[in-house]
C-alpha cells in the first residue's frame, strides 16, 4: 500500500526527512506547504522520484488531498498547523495518520492541545524521535539481550548530543524555539535514556516489530514510558553564546540579541526512574550543548549494567577523509558528510548514509507501517507529551535550584501551566553574560 504524505516546513528537517523517504518505499510526497514557498524541496522531490511534489498555498487544501499530514515545520508553528488540519477534518478531510517532528509542544499547554486537536482528526499518530531508531541501539540492545536476562537492566544510562549551534535564527530565539539547546535537543537525550534503561519485555507480551527490524522490545503505547519517572535535577547555562564576541556573532547573523533575550547553550541533569514491578531505581543522565567545536554533530549513548556497557560514538565512522590546506577549496558540502560540521579541512569524519545512522528511515517504515495497519506508532503523540513534561521539568529544576519530585500530585499540576521563564524571554537573570 501506497500512503500520500503532505508535508509542512520547507526547512533543514524537512530536507532530512525527504532524504529519509528516499530509503523507503510505500510512501508518495504529494505535496507540502510552508510559509515560503518550498520550490527547492519541491524540485527535489520531483527529481528524485518520490511524488509530485505540489506546492499548496494553504494546509486546508494539501489536508484534503493526501493521507498523512507530516508537521515539520518550526515549533512555534505546530499548534497553529495543527488547528488547521483539524478544522480540514471537520469539514470532511480524512487522513490516514499524522505525525509530528520532536518537540509535540513548546511546553505541557501546547502538548496538550496538540492531542486535543489529533482527537478531533480521529487519525494514528507517529512521534518523531529518530533517535530511538537507530540501528547501533537497536544492535546494542540485542546484541545484550541473552545478558539482561541472566544479569538484569541497565541500571545508568548517559546520553549526548553536541554541535557548534543551529542554522536557522528561530532555533537561536527562544521565545519562538521554546528555550536553547535543552529544548532542542535534550529532548533527545531524554528520550534514548527513558528507552535504553528499560528492561526487555518478557516474550509473552505484546512486541513491536515491523519489516524494518524495529525491534524496540517496548510495549505498543505504554512499554516506552513503563519505567515511572520519580525526579529530575538539572542545570542550564550560557558558556559560549553570551560572550560579546559571539553575542555579536548572533546579532549579526541571526538577529538575535542574548544580551536581552539570553537561552541556554548548554545544560545537563539526572533523571531517575522506579521500576514497577521490582521497585528498582535507575538513573539516566543527559549532556546537550551548542558549543561542540569538533568536526560536527556527536551523539553518544552509554548503557551500563550489572557485568556488562555498551556506548554508541556517532562520530566513529569507517570512512576518514583528510584534506589538506592546499586542497580544501576543492572540498565538497561538508554538510552533505556531517550535519553540523564545522570544518573542510584536516581529518574529517564522513558517513556514507548520515540518514540512516541517524534512525530516520526506520521511523518513516514504523509510522507508515502503523497508519498502513489503522494504528499508532511505535511512539506516539502521548508519548511525545510525557517527553514534553520531562523537558519542563528539568527547566523547572534549574530555574529553582532544586530536584523536582514528579511523584508530588502538587508538583504535577503546577507543570500543567508551566512556562518557562528562559521560554518567555525573561531568562537574563538566569543566564549571566559576560563582556
Known amino acids: 500500500m501506497t500512503l500520500r504524505y503532505g508535508l509542512i516546513g520547507g526547512g533543514f528537517i524537512t530536507e532530512f526527512q525527504l532524504r529519509a523517504i528516499e530509503q523507503v518505499r510505500g510512501i508518495e510526497v504529494r505535496g507540502l506547504y510552508s510559509r515560503t514557498a518550498p520550490e527547492r524541496l519541491a524540485r527535489f522531490v520531483r527529481e528524485r522520484g518520490l511524488g509530485e511534489g505540489r506546492i499548496y498555498t494553504s494546509i486546508a487544501e494539501l489536508t484534503r488531498a493526501v493521507d498523512v499530514v507530516a508537521l515539520f515545520g518550526p515549533n512555534f508553528t ?20 499524522l505525525i509530528c517532528e520532536k518537540p509535540l509542544g513548546r511546553n505541557l499547554a501546547e502538548a496538550r492541545r496538540m492531542l486535543e486537536l489529533a482527537e478531533r482528526v480521529a487519525a494514528p499518530t507517529a512521534y518523531f524521535e529518530n533517535q530511538l531508531h537507530m540501528k547501533a541501539l537497536k544492535a546494542a540492545r540485542t546484541q545484550l539481550a541473552p545478558v539482561i536476562e541472566a544479569a538484569g537492566p541497565p541500571a545508568l544510562v548517559r546520553s549526548a548530543e553536541e554541535h557548534a549551534g543551529p542554522h536557522a535564527s528561530w532555533f537561536w530565539d527562544p521565545t519562538l524555539q521554546g528555550g536553547g539547546v535543552l529544548c532542542d535537543m535534550g529532548c533527545h537525550c531524554i528520550a534514548v535514556g527513558w528507552g535504553m534503561l528499560h528492561p526487555r519485555v518478557r516474550p509473552e507480551s505484546h512486541q513491536a516489530q515491523s519489516s524494518a527490524g524495529l525491534g524496540l522490545d517496548l510495549d505498543l503505547g505504554q512499554g516506552a514510558r513503563w519505567l515511572q519517572p520519580v525526579s529530575v535535577q538539572a542545570e542550564v547555562a550560557l558558556l559560549k553564546w553570551g560572550r560579546k564576541r559571539y553575542r555579536e556573532q548572533l546579532r549579526d547573523r541571526f538577529g538575535v540579541d542574548y544580551a536581552r533575550t539570553p537561552a541556554e547553550d548548554f545544560a545537563s541533569g539526572t533523571i531517575t526512574y522506579r521500576n514497577p514491578e521490582t521497585q528498582q531505581i535507575v538513573q539516566a543522565q543527559f549532556t546537550v550543548s551548542w558549543m561542540y567545536d569538533k568536526q560536527g554533530l556527536r551523539l553518544l549513548m552509554e548503557a551500563l549494567g550489572p557485568g556488562y556497557a555498551c556506548e554508541i560514538n556517532s562520530l566513529r565512522s569507517p570512512l576518514e577523509v583528510f584534506v589538506a590546506d592546499e586542497a580544501a577549496g576543492a572540498t565538497a558540502d561538508a554538510e552533505r558528510a556531517l550535519e553540523k560540521s564545522t570544518a573542510t579541512r584536516g581529518l574529517l ?30 511512539l506516539d503523540w502521548s508519548y511525545g507529551l510525557e517527553i514534553v513534561r520531562l523537558t519542563m521539568a528539568a527547566y523547572a529544576s534549574a530555574e529553582r535550584g532544586q530536584k523536582i519530585d514528579l511523584t508530588d500530585p502538587t508538583t504535577l499540576r503546577e507543570l ?18 559576560s563582556d
Open 78 to 97: 505546530r499548534v497553529e498547523c495543527m488547528e488547521e488540519i483539524a478544522q480540514a477534518a471537520v469539514e470532511g478531510a480524512e487522513l490516514r495518520g
Open 349 to 378: 569524519a564522513v558517513h556514507p548514509n548520515e540518514i540512516d545512522l541517524y534512525g530516520y528511515p526506520d521511523e518513516q517504515i514504523d509510522a507508515l507501517e502503523a497508519f498502513a495497519h489503522s494504528r499508532p506508532a511505535l
Open 416 to 433: 500543567e501551566s508551566y512556562v518557562p521563564k528562559i521560554q518567555r524571554g525573561s531568562g537574563a537573570d538566569q543566564l549571566p553574560i
